[in-house]
């Protein structure tokens, strides 16, 4: 089955640096790779995705790129704010199981 | 816009006791998986059902069952409960054939004492 690890395990940035947090997956027949923001005690939000047949997506402050060479994507979150701290997973799907990163802990410094 | 609704929100069984948590997916969503989040923890995939039918089977123990309905709701069952199984209780849904974005309900904190 697809295993997917996620690094690092918790992030401390600035305000307005740069977050990126990295993901690898095992299993090539994966496709989609979705990133989830989730805050404590709530749902996991979808922030940004990608498709196997794109190399890279942004939304404003949020980027996500892929290799599917290397079998590894990444989130980058520019200008981080502090309302950008909560926990982040990755995610990769093949057909029916969408399979998750342990996640990162990302915090903001005011 | 309609999103996944779980219920109920909060449940507190004993031990050996069972439960039922029910989903509803997102209108024409074709796809539910359920996951089991313990505190810290990342979400465990424990099953998922296509049209109704079972598609893929994770970590989910033989105490507990699942299926969904013929208006695509969902329900997992589980029985003899332990104290190991308090723990948030995600539904996601999503569309194979218009796209394959997984949006999550709310959630059932589970909390057997």
């Known amino acids: 089955g697809e295993n997917v690890e996620q690094h690092p395990s918790t992030l401390s940035v600035q305000e307005g640096d740069s977050a990126v947090i990295k993901c690898t997956y095992s299993?090539?027949?994966?496709?989609?790779f979705p990133w989830y923001k989730q805050e404590l005690g709530k749902r996991p939000q979808l922030i940004i995705d990608i498709r196997s047949n794109v190399g890279e997506k942004k939304d404003q402050r949020i980027a996500v790129t892929l290799n599917k060479t290397a079998k590894h994507f990444s989130l980058h979150i520019t200008e981080t704010q502090p309302e950008d701290s909560a926990v982040y997973f990755c995610?990769?799907?093949?057909?029916?199981?969408?399979?998750f990163g342990a996640g990162t802990t990302v915090t903001v410094r005011a | 816009a309609a999103g996944v609704i779980q219920s109920p929100r909060h449940l507190i069984k004993e031990k050996r006791e069972t439960a039922t948590l029910k989903c509803y997916p997102i209108?024409?969503?074709?796809?539910v998986y359920w996951y089991q989040q313990g505190p810290g923890q990342d979400p465990q995939f424990l099953i998922s059902?296509?049209?109704?039918?079972?598609?893929d089977k994770g970590s989910i123990p033989d105490r507990f069952s699942a299926q969904q309905f013929s208006d695509y709701h969902s329900e997992l069952n589980m029985s003899s409960l332990e104290l190991g199984d308090s723990a948030l209780y995600f539904c996601?849904?999503?569309?194979?054939?218009?796209?394959?974005?997984?949006?999550f309900g709310q959630g059932t904190r589970l909390t057997v004492v």
């Open positions: 209108p024409r969503h074709d796809t």
């Open positions: 059902f296509y049209e109704k039918m079972q598609s």
């Open positions: 299993d090539s027949a994966s496709n989609y």
């Open positions: 995610a990769a799907r093949g057909d029916y199981k969408l399979s």
């Open positions: 996601a849904s999503s569309s194979q054939g218009a796209g394959t974005e997984a949006f």
